[in-house]
């Protein structure tokens, strides 16, 4: 139980990558509560510009959303503005009368755009570019067409002025300088980006300033002076003016508390204010005088900020260099360190105008200080591994230009520039992932994907621009396994085909027979095998529920027969046993019958079961017959299906139970027996946090508490035990049916085959489950009603009927025939 309260004010990526960070160190440590102005959970600014241009929607810019927060019980009050730190008292405030007590406190305001203090600055239609709220203004004066001025050639102004184009208003940009991005490019490089952004209908005014904004109600225009000698003025006309003429670290807060502040907040190696009480981080910190605009530093300070408050080994944060690239699609430009020579240095420079291509390296002393790369960039973070660790590159000299490729072995890189690339060196520079880590993850964790590699090590996921190498090293690890999109690991050795190839061929082909199927995929052998036809009727029976006729030949004898066999070639059997509540008269049928068929051992299974075992093939179908005549139906307990539903008995007996768990759990398992699932699929229903029925090593696992009921998903307490993951919390038992047919039928339509649901949602990440699930809502009923309608026919199909033992001196005897291969 936490005892300490820890207050965050600034709900953005430092702020927030401070937390993740903490709750790896020290979960327990603190009762958090976050203040944010903006009315939404924690998102990625970054990607605010693809946003903009319309190729990336908001919600995938999330990067917590809200049941995150209550995960890990973390208090969020997103639209308030936090105006008042008592450090007396240690209490925060905000506009609207909040208040919260802290024991530490952490301060990530972040920054905010500077507005030029010209006339006219305050009119309808002058935006800045900080937010998703900003660019939803921005969006919205696009949708009537018109001009857009852009003032500020940097990098945000670009890659604002690139989005407003793609969304076809004409663009204009003002920038003070000769070339834009004056600060990351050099003239040559800057002209090469300014050309390509006219080609694609980008106007610019350089080496003008704003004189004022025009217009009287709104925006009309500009008036520009030129910073030449002799400064004409001139007036162009516009409908929306961005204002991307830089950032200013947002202090007043801070400083209102009688913080020392500078440029920045100034905070010292642990993050700590001159308040050893207060931290602070991101944006808004200044530290040994510098202060940063981009992520790749303050995740490093959040490191720190996270390792200091959970009182760990010291860290210090000793500052930061940092590279910049351009998110614009098409356009790749790549910058770091001094590009500016001076006396002494050496360049070396590459300009190849038919390619497009143009590389500046700046060297002093042997060592590389800057390179600006435009056109290919993909040795932009070697570059900048090199310069960063001092490296002497006398060996690399002649080639380094070329790239990495090029350079003989050196012990930085060489041959093969992946393969050959060191563990240590950093591809992933926002979130500071080495290759070794990915390499490592993508070993040890099975993975295939790049968006799988995203949620183990968050390379690539902050602004993308290191994709291409990721999925380089992804290559060169799975050598013949990968393909750039899903895992292209084939079945089994009759087919090329992967996994998850199959269901699309099933369904964009129509294919409902396992011949027709096997012909469509050019399979290899005439009749499959032990592996392929049990994945391949899984497959054609989740696409077609009610028209796909199950091929018992493609079962193993144990679902052919609804019994498991043993190690002595007998078989066990169990009936299903609806949430685990049984009936004296159930038990006297159960007694008979065992008693009958002088079953050797009567057990009470793991799963709250009865099962009777060392019974013999010849016994079944009579046994069966008989189980069924008595109301019982199969527990499928050997079969990829749903097992069991475990309960505990809840509020009608237990002094801690919160809600009915035994009747939901008796629901759930009346609506989902008898649903085929990639692997077994077990649930269980909990009456209070204390958890008796072990709801969180389940597949799908229900803790009823006071207020409604935590679902938890992924869980398995096999050889491997894994904890659920929390997904939400819902407020009715008609709400757990429904997220729970939505979840089985996600996992049904999306994992593999043999796949269980841990390691499916440890390759998929839990992000991609609760955006399904439980971020859209319209897809989660969608599901949901795909699962029912699955059920209809499943719980009414000839397995069931077997399962009834109707057919089962049949199947017994047709598995006494067929044993063989799939014994
Ligand atoms: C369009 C755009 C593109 C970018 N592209 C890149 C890129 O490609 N690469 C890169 O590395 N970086 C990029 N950046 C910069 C990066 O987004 C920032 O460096 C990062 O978001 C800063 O994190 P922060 O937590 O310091 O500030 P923020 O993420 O801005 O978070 C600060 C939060 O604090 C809130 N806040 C402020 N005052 C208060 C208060 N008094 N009470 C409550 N809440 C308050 C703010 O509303 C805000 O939500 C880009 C930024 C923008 C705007």
Redesign the pocket.
């Given at each position: 139980m936490a005892t300490k309260k820890l207050v965050v004010?600034?709900?953005?990526?430092?702020?927030i990558r401070t937390i993740e960070e903490l709750l790896k160190k020290a979960p327990d440590e603190y009762e958090i509560t976050v203040?944010?102005?903006?009315p939404h959970p924690n998102y990625n600014?970054?990607m605010?510009?693809p946003v903009l241009s319309g190729e990336m929607k908001f919600q995938d810019t999330v990067l917590n959303d809200w049941s995150w927060y209550e995960a890990h019980n973390i208090t969020l009050h997103v639209g308030?503005?936090?105006?008042k730190i008592n450090r007396k008292d240690c209490l925060v405030e905000t506009e609207d009368g909040v208040v919260a007590p802290y024991d530490r406190l952490l301060i990530?305001?972040?920054?905010n755009p500077i507005m030029l203090p010209v006339p006219g600055i305050n009119l309808p239609g002058v935006v800045g570019?900080?937010?998703i709220a900003d660019v939803e203004e921005m969006l919205s004066r696009a949708e009537k067409g018109g001009r857009a001025v852009v003032i500020g050639g940097g990098l945000?102004g670009l890659?604002a002025a690139n989005g407003l184009l793609m969304r076809g208003m004409e663009v204009a940009v003002v920038h003070l300088c000769d070339w834009p991005m004056e600060r990351q490019l050099d003239k040559a490089g800057g002209g090469l980006l300014q050309s390509a952004l006219e080609k694609r209908g980008m106007k610019f005014y350089l080496a003008r300033q704003t004189e004022a904004i025009l217009g009287d109600e709104c925006v009309t225009g500009l008036r520009l002076k030129s910073v030449a000698s002799g400064g004409d003025v001139e007036e162009i006309s516009a409908d929306l003016i961005v204002m991307s003429a830089g950032i200013r670290p947002?202090i007043a807060?801070a400083k209102s508390a009688g913080i020392h502040c500078e440029r920045g907040i100034v905070v010292s190696d642990t993050m700590q204010t001159e308040d050893p009480k207060i931290y602070s981080v991101?944006?808004?910190v200044q530290h040994r005088g510098q202060t940063y605009?981009?992520?790749?530093p303050?995740f490093e300070q959040a490191k720190v900020a996270a390792n200091h408050l959970a009182g760990g080994e010291l860290m210090s944060y000793e500052g930061s260099s940092v590279s910049t690239?351009l998110?614009v699609t098409g356009i790749d430009l790549f910058s770091a360190g001094d590009f500016n020579p001076v006396e002494g240095d050496e360049e070396l420079l590459l300009q190849d105008a038919a390619r497009g291509v143009y590389k500046k390296l700046v060297l002093r002393d042997n060592k590389l200080r800057g390179a600006v790369l435009y056109g290919e960039t993909v040795d932009g973070s070697w570059y900048f591994q090199l310069m960063r660790d001092g490296a002497d590159i006398s060996d690399l000299r002649e080639h380094i230009l070329f790239g990495q490729a090029h350079v003989g072995d050196s012990g930085h890189g060489g041959g093969s520039s992946v393969a050959n690339m060191p563990d240590s060196a950093e591809v992933c520079g926002?979130n500071g992932v080495c290759k070794g880590a990915i390499v490592s993850a993508i070993v040890d964790k099975k993975l295939f994907t790049l968006e799988e590699v995203r949620a183990h090590t968050k390379a690539s996921a902050?602004?993308g621009s290191c994709t291409g190498l990721v999925e380089s090293i992804l290559a060169n690890t799975l050598g013949g396994d990968y393909s750039a999109k899903p895992t292209k690991k084939p079945l089994c050795s009759c087919t090329d085909a992967a996994h998850a190839e199959i269901p699309k061929v099933i369904r964009e082909q129509g294919i409902k027979r396992m011949p027709e199927l096997m012909q469509a995929l050019h399979w290899k052998t005439e009749d499959g095998c032990h592996i392929c036809r049990p994945a391949l009727n899984y497959y054609l029976m989740t696409a077609w529920p009610g028209e796909y006729q199950d091929d018992s030949r493609s079962r193993f004898i144990n679902e052919r027969v609804h019994a498991n066999i043993q190690k002595d070639g007998t078989y066990s059997v169990i009936p299903r046993i609806w949430g685990g509540v049984t009936t004296p008269a159930e038990l006297r049928a159960i007694a008979e019958i065992a008693e009958r068929y002088e079953v050797p051992t009567v057990h009470i299974t793991g799963g709250q079961r009865i099962g009777l075992y060392g019974i013999t093939k010849q016994h079944l179908p009579n046994m069966w017959a008989e189980l069924v005549e008595a109301g019982f139906v199969s527990g499928h307990a050997y079969g990829k299906a749903l097992r069991t539903v475990k309960t505990c008995v809840g509020l009608d007996w237990c002094r801690f139970g919160t809600q009915d768990s035994t009747g939901l759990g008796i629901k759930v398992e009346k609506m989902t027996w008898g649903s085929w699932t990639p692997h077994k699929f077990k649930i269980a229903v909990s009456g209070c946090p204390r958890n008796c029925a072990e709801a969180t090593i389940k597949d799908f696992g229900i803790v009823c508490v006071d207020s409604g009921y935590e679902i938890h998903v992924g869980g398995n307490g096999g050889i491997k035990v894994r904890v659920t993951d929390f997904l939400c919390k819902v407020e009715t038992e008609a709400l757990v049916l429904e997220y729970c047919g939505a979840f089985m039928q996600l996992y049904r339509e999306q994992a593999q085959y043999m796949d269980r649901t841990a390691p499916w949602i440890e390759r998929v990440g839990l992000a991609y489950v609760k955006q399904h699930i439980v971020d859209d809502a319209a897809g989660r009923a969608a599901l949901y009603e795909r699962f029912l309608e699955s059920q209809r026919f499943s719980q009414d199909d000839p397995w069931s009927e077997r399962a009834m033992g109707k057919e089962a001196h049949e199947y017994v005897a047709l598995a006494t025939i067929e044993q063989g291969a799939m014994q």
């Open positions: 004010i600034g709900n953005g990526m430092a702020g203040f944010g102005a903006e600014r970054i605010l510009s308030k503005i936090v105006n990530a305001t972040g920054s570019y900080r937010s945000l890659e947002n807060l991101g944006e808004c605009g981009l992520v790749a303050l690239k998110k926002c902050s602004c």
